[in-house]
């Protein structure tokens, strides 16, 4: 069974930096898409960010435009999320997921994400 590996989380002071990466066990058949996404305490879970593999096409949160980047190694069968100038507010488990994407439209809504990680904590201290 193909998993999705998180790693990379941990505890920033606010204004800090961390680097997520998700590792797929194997190669996955019928995936567009791969993303990042939390889920803070009493929260429902938001995504944070969405990358069509193929196309290069990205989505962000509008609460993280401009401070995280999500980017990928196709060879290497890897997502990662960078994460800068890190607020309170960013404090969750990041959860990595992929998925099979349609090509154009609104392509990265959370439906379409079928295979999830465990999840990785990051805390940002004020």
């Known amino acids: 069974q193909v998993q999705l590996v998180e790693s990379g989380g941990g505890s920033v002071e606010a204004g800090g930096s961390l680097r997520l990466s998700c590792a797929a066990s194997e190669y996955i058949h019928n995936i567009s898409c791969m993303g990042w996404f939390r889920q803070a305490p009493g929260k429902e879970r938001e995504r944070v960010a969405a990358?069509?593999?193929?196309?290069?096409?990205?989505y962000y949160a509008d609460s993280v435009t401009g401070r995280f980047t999500i980017s990928q190694d196709i060879a290497k069968k890897m997502v990662y999320l960078q994460m800068n100038t890190l607020k309170p507010e960013d404090t969750a488990i990041y959860y990595c997921?992929?998925?099979?994407?349609?090509?154009?439209?609104?392509?990265?809504?959370?439906?379409?994400?079928?295979?999830w990680g465990q999840g990785t904590q990051v805390t940002v201290s004020s």
């Open positions: 990358v069509y593999t193929a196309g290069g096409w990205r």
């Open positions: 997921a992929a998925g099979g994407c349609p090509y154009g439209g609104i392509w990265y809504q959370s439906l379409y994400f079928r295979l």
